[in-house]
């Protein structure tokens, strides 16, 4: 049943222009969060010596003083999802018990994907093993630097940091979010995820509103990062593919196009654009997978042997590489900081964006499907796509047959192309990456300003195009304001530097998840359909509060 909202009017502002152009929004959240970035892009643009300075200055200082921290949070959030797996929780549902998933199973994963980490995977495809092998820590204490021998174990810690790890972090708040949303009644917001513990007072206190605020501002800096890979890799491929030389204005006007692309995925909904775009865009990445399996330098026999080997290495170590920090040396090195520990900040503030867009996705599923789909369906694709690319990379680089490290050295995303390149039909295959990219750009600009609209629209599950659309150029802009002020540098420390603060957010979500299911399964959290008329019916008569409408039968906290 559809809710109508009734909001004071100290907080949502009514008649004016910008009521008129975005809808009904949160004043008191919606200019902060655009001032700070308005801020910080003027200080990029007019300062970016020293704005990088300052954002480097505080990622070293939370890389090296606090990632112990860092590796012991995630690493815990993913023992907590796998004890769900296993728990008498298993059974529970995204909303009433007899719902059925909104969207097919191949659709879901597809969208899981194309949220945001789509441009990731193609662009560190090729850099991020090459990377390794040269520069890692375990593979220099093996004696394999630039080594086939070297090859299996760089592919392996490039699936620890695209593996299950992030994907835990975000099934937790992504569960968090949608749970007390599809049984309560309550709007899809970071704050409602804390339901468990502040109960009703979720949306109202003061720290729900300090979490939607961090929400909007590490999903705006983490996507920034994604986005500004995602131009730099297109301008790239643009200059190799047709010689078009883009300076700052090509790039923004590159941009441009993808904004415009995405204003007409907003337009048609989640349920067409993002929907298509996300499953058009798995079968072009599989076209190249199989071109590089079959087609590309590398055996296939050895690039499956390496891919059936990285399952047993990943799922055999996994425990202990994820708690590794490099205490064998007084001093740490800095590959720990630079990838495994900048990986897990990057993901903490991809939280807030990857749960409320996974939580959007996921109604109907229940808490073992929704787990095993979020955490290991996109472990066994990583597996896939990083042992192809990466063998692939690894093969073609110590048999000298194209010098892709050297290439990486200075531009990451150049690797690919390269790749591509050194193949027959290489110009048709990095043009499908080029189209790749564009679709996994448009689809992340999409959901992540979708999220975004949606925590300042109070959580309205589709909020207006005009304000999906602002948040979409805040975040490409911000992303392209950084990579031509510092680069790659400086877009890496801005994710980290505006996502930590929302670590806490995330350690709150495994308590308050595990309060929500141990209340509903002692009766708490009614869904049958007694409950959800009346809470229906409750959201036309009986508005409580400014941020929701409070459900008849909901406790002010879950039951012990």
């Known amino acids: 049943m559809k809710k109508t909202l009734r909001h004071s009017a100290g907080r949502y502002r009514r008649g004016g222009l910008t009521t008129r152009l975005f809808g009904e929004y949160d004043h008191t959240l919606f200019w902060p969060v655009l001032t700070i970035y308005a801020s910080i892009m003027a200080c990029a643009l007019l300062l970016p010596e020293a704005t990088g300075a300052t954002l480097s200055g505080i990622r070293d200082f939370l890389i090296f003083n606090f990632g112990w921290a860092f590796l012991l949070g995630v690493g815990g959030t993913l023992l907590f999802c796998l004890y769900l797996v296993i728990s008498p929780f298993g059974d529970l549902k995204l909303g009433a018990d007899d719902e059925v998933p909104e969207f097919s199973y191949g659709a879901w994963i597809s969208m899981l994907f194309s949220c945001g980490f789509g441009i990731g995977f193609v662009f560190f495809s090729v850099a991020e093993p090459l990377t390794h092998l040269y520069e890692s820590s375990h593979v220099i204490d093996m004696g394999a630097t630039g080594e086939a021998a070297g090859v299996a174990k760089a592919v392996q810690l490039t699936l620890l940091d695209w593996g299950m790890h992030g994907w835990a972090v975000f099934a937790i708040a992504a569960w968090a979010i949608a749970f007390p949303a599809y049984r309560l009644g309550l709007p899809l917001t970071v704050a409602t995820g804390l339901y468990g513990i502040l109960g009703e007072r979720c949306n109202s206190s003061i720290w729900g509103r300090v979490a939607n605020g961090l929400g909007i501002i590490g999903t705006i800096g983490g996507n920034a990062t994604m986005i500004g890979l995602g131009v730099s890799s297109i301008s790239y491929v643009l200059n190799q593919l047709f010689g078009l030389e883009l300076g700052a204005l090509g790039q923004a006007l590159v941009m441009m196009v993808v904004i415009v692309a995405y204003v007409i995925s907003a337009a048609t909904g989640v349920e067409r654009g993002i929907k298509f775009l996300s499953q058009a865009n798995m079968v072009m990445a599989g076209v190249i997978l199989f071109a590089l399996l079959f087609f590309g330098h590398a055996p296939a026999q050895y690039l499956l042997n390496l891919a059936t080997q990285q399952i047993g290495d990943y799922f055999g170590q996994v425990f202990a590489l994820q708690f590794w920090s490099d205490a064998g040396n007084f001093e740490q090195r800095e590959w720990l900081g630079w990838w495994v520990v900048f990986y897990w900040l990057w993901y903490i503030s991809y939280i807030p964006f990857c749960g409320g867009f996974i939580a959007r996705i996921s109604r109907g599923r229940t808490l073992r499907e929704f787990i095993v789909g979020v955490i290991l369906v996109p472990m066994l694709l990583a597996i896939g796509w990083f042992s192809i ?67 300042v629209s109070n959580g309205v599950e589709n909020p207006k195009v005009s304000m999906r659309l602002l948040w979409g150029v805040v975040i490409g802009f911000t992303g392209i304001v950084f990579q031509l002020a510092g680069g790659f540098d400086a877009i890496r420390s801005l994710a980290i530097v505006v996502g930590a603060p929302f670590f806490f957010v995330g350690i709150a979500y495994m308590v308050s998840v595990y309060r929500m299911l141990k209340s509903a399964k002692s009766g708490g959290m009614r869904n049958d359909a007694i409950g959800l008329f009346a809470r229906g019916l409750a959201s036309y008569i009986k508005p409580v509060n400014p941020s929701y409408v409070k459900p008849v039968d909901a406790p002010d906290k879950p039951q012990e």
């Open 389 to 455: 690319w990466g063998g692939s990379a690894g093969y073609v680089e110590v048999n000298g047959i194209a010098p892709l490290w050297e290439s990486v050295q200075q531009k990451p995303e150049s690797g690919i192309y390269m790749l591509l390149d050194s193949m027959n039909g290489g110009w048709w295959l990095s043009l499908i990456v080029l189209f790749n990219i564009v679709v996994f750009a448009v689809t992340t600009s999409d959901s992540a300003s979708f999220f975004a609209a949606m925590q």
